[in-house]
């Protein structure tokens, strides 16, 4: 029955491979472990000569186009695959991904091939750089047909081979060839081996010998040394004893050439043409049957260093020597007969390699693996992502941060407005050393996965603007919770976002913010990041049909979302907004002081709606507030908008703000030295975070007394960073009309011109500290009018000498004359006119710790006397919120 079946199977198979030339295909694939491609082919085929099927490059590389080389030279006798080729003119670096069956650490002989055939017209042959994964390979740049080969020892299961473009024209490839390697042949345990040539010693030269003579497909060039002798083989030799670990095929080892006599050795100088290492592999067998007992024996040296034993050939087995490396031009070897030899040394084959370093590492395999299993499920296409996606480092993929770590590790993901669609894949999570993960804006689909929250460095994950379902895991709710993760959420109309998730619908919905509870050793960790905001979902995904009834819901939703607390509890704390509970009046509103049900005291800001302010400019400080964490910011604790009302929430600091004891006479004492420079101190240092180094560079646009808060320890925080804008990276300065700010604080070119950077930031930051020495407000704009100036008050004692006497009589005994002095200096330093003359925060930081010099503050050259029309009645150092009309030429023209 077996049997039957067999040959029924066998007599099919035989038909069907004559009908169509199957046996050809079943042959071609027996040789396992091979990849040949044929760059730029249009179909796959049969090669003949060799009997190799080559694949066209589907499938192995993202980019570049098909090309064939000019019609005039197509007909070139040369092997098919060169005739076609891959041409790249976009993309500085396109790489071929190969993966061999037999995976890592396998030696692989790899083959590039490359005919320009002036395929474009352009009679210009390019130049351009090959890699071996993270590691340059050589510079290809001949017009001709031509080869580069390697062996290499594969570190990960993928090989990549990448052309990069140096600007020498556009880089092409015409075939590309891998073959997998038994045992430890080749294999120097570190570099590769780049191949030079290689030569079947006494077969005639215009012949060569490759698959499926040999196994791995080496291609042996015959070269017939006239210098030498040509040795006659005594018997036809099997060719298909392989018995040698580098299985040179019996053809290749059957011809050899000897020297004239025992005498004389065999010597060849090889021209060297490049500065790293040669390693010479010199192939023997003893093809002549001597008499018995017999044997040649000889020495082998390269550049006159003997680096062999004596080699004694025994009759039909072929023996490998491979030389140490050597350096320098014009290598030379020779090979001696011993003295009790009394025949001639001879050679059958000889491969000449120089070493290739491999000085890059590549990324861990671990995040290779999930970046790559990313790109493929969301199909992302960018041109630079091909190759390692950190090394080079000049090559890192668009879009990711890596730290340069031995391995490289990816730290940041920025694959916001990418067109992701469909789930949260779990390679992410994979992505173990990851800080950093913005997905915003694209159209991702399903539940957030909670391996998110294993991924244990993440302090930032932005899922805002997708659509996803289900409920925020709880996981990730504790990181954010733990003050260990930043979470974004908002814009995900679907996803359920209240704590807990409700199962009904009700007909009000909750918005939770998540925060930080105060504690102490928290505000020691520096930079730490750690405010969530789970917005409250609009529904519960799932539970819901999409009917009328949740249609409504969800309008009616729109104009609700609150935090933690909901607007009830809120309610409760403040006593209704009791007029009692009042704490102050700031730029947004009236703020309230709240006791929560626990006893935990809080601050309630309640937006007025008539202050000015949007949604927008709410929202832009509720993100910008809950990104930033630093012993010298108010932390915000969480938000709520119920219909009209806009309220955040602030932890709340016992001593109120700064201006309620700088201007008070009474409370003024309380403010000694040591607490005033160590105010200074806090907000300088609280303005450089937002400055330099939070995540988002923000410049405050607000800064005064009354926006400095006080801890019980009168350790100063800044608050009511929501007029901040963010900008990003070089973008240093930003320009706009709309003035935000207070008068007496706003530096020149921001009040006239609208014109904001760090600098106006410093400008109010001067102001604030030589309010604080002086202990006197600054309410003036200009230099001339009826209020009082603190700036020109301060630079007029500074002129006559006299800085010291601005110290605010209560310091005066307290104060250190130098410490002081330096502070009054850093102020005039801060309010120069010029933004260019003002030092930023960084020496700024430094100049007041005394670590820094100070340079000599310049005086202004001029007044303000125009004041602006209709502000008078607003220099008050109340905030006000403005579109100023005003053009930037004014500033210009002053
Ligand atoms: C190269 O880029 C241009 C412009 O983006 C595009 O039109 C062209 O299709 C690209 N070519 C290849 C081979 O990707
Ligand atoms: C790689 O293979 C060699 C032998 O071929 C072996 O000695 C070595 O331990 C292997 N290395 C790894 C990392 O597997
Ligand atoms: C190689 O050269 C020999 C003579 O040197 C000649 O007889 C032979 O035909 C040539 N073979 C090819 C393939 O050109
Ligand atoms: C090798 O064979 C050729 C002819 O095949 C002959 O002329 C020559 O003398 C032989 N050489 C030796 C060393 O036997
Ligand atoms: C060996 O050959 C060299 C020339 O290559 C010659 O000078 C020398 O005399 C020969 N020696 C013998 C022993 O034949
Ligand atoms: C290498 O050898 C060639 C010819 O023998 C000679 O012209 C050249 O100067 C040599 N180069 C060096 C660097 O020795
Ligand atoms: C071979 O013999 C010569 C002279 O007889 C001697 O100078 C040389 O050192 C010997 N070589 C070896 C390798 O023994
Ligand atoms: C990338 O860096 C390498 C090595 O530092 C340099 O040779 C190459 O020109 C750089 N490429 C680009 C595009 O900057
Ligand atoms: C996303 O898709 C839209 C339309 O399909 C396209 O216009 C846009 O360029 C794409 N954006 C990216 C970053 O691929």
Known sequence: MTMQRSITAFSFALLASLASGI??????????????????????????????????????????????????VISTYYQQYSKN????????????????????????????VFWYGNYDGKNQPPSFDLYIDVNYWTTVWFSTYYCEEIMYVSQADDIQVCLVNTGNGVPFISALEL????????????????????????????????????????????????????????????LFVNNNAYKVPGKVLWTAKRSMNASSPMKLQFPSITTNKWIVYFHFMEIERLTSGQQREFTISMNDNQFTETVILEYLRPIVIVSTPVSGWNSTFSIESTNKSGYPPILNAVEFYTIGDLPNVPTAQDDVEAINDIKAKYHIKRESWQGDPCVPSNYTWDGLTCRYENPPRIIWMKLSSSNLTGEIVSSLSHLSTMEYLDLSNNQLTGAIPETLAGLQNLRYLNLSGNNLIGSVPE?????????????????????????????????????VLVVTPVSGFLIVLFGALAIVWLIKQKRIAGEMSPGNAWKDQLKQDDASECTLFSFSSLLLATNNFNAANKLGQGGFGPVYKGMLNDGKEIAVKRLSSSSGQGMEEFKNEIVLISKLQHRNLVRLMGFCIEGEEK???????????LDSFLFDSKRKAK???????????????????????????????????????????????????????????????????????????????????????????VYSFGVLLLEIVTGKKNTSLYYRGQHFNLLSYAWQLWSEDRGLDLRDEDIVNTSMPLEAMRCIQVGLLCVQDHTTDRPNMLSIVLMLSGESDLPRPRPPTFTFQSGIPGHDNEVRGESIFSMNTITNSMVEGR
């Open 23 to 72: 046996f050809l295909v079943v042959q071609a694939q027996q040789n396992p472990g091979f990849i040949n491609i044929d760059c730029g082919a249009p179909n796959q085929y049969i090669e003949e000569l060799v009997n190799i099927k080559y694949e066209t490059d589907e499938g192995f590389i993202d980019s570049g186009e098909n090309m064939q080389v000019s019609l005039e």
């Open 85 to 112: 080729l891959r041409s790249f003119p976009n993309g500085t670096r396109n790489c071929y991904t190969l993966r061999p069956d037999r995976g890592k650490n396998i030696t692989y002989l790899i083959r590039a």
């Open 475 to 511: 996981a990730l709710k504790k990181r954010a919770l733990d003050s260990t993760l930043i979470i974004s959420l908002t814009g995900n109309a679907n996803l359920c976002q209240a704590d807990p998730c409700p199962q009904k619908k009700k007909p009000k919905k909750i918005l």
């Open 179 to 238: 073959r997998p390697l038994d045992g430890d042949s080749y294999r120097l345990g570190f570099g590769f081996l780049k191949l030079h040539w290689r030569y079947d010693i006494g077969l005639s030269s215009n012949s060569s010998i490759r698959y499926p003579d040999d196994v791995y497909d080496r291609i042996w060039q015959g070269e017939n040394y006239n210098i030498w002798n040509k040795l006659n083989a005594t018997s036809a030799i099997d």
């Open 647 to 657: 309220i955040l929430v602030y932890e709340y600091l016992s001593n109120k703000s």
């Open 671 to 761: 403010l000694n030295w040591d607490t005033r420079f160590r105010i200074i101190q806090g907000i300088a240092s609280g303005l450089l975070y937002l400055h330099r180094d939070s995540y988002l560079r923000v410049i405050h646009r607000d800064l005064k007394a009354s926006n400095i808060l006080l801890d019980e320890k009168m350790n100063p925080k800044i608050s009511d960073f929501g007029l901040a804008r963010i900008f990003e990276g070089t973008q240093a300065l930003l320009n706009t009309h709309k003035v935000v700010g207070t008068l007496g604080y706003m530096s020149p070119e921001y009040a006239m011109g609208g014109i904001f950077s760090e600098k106006s930031d």
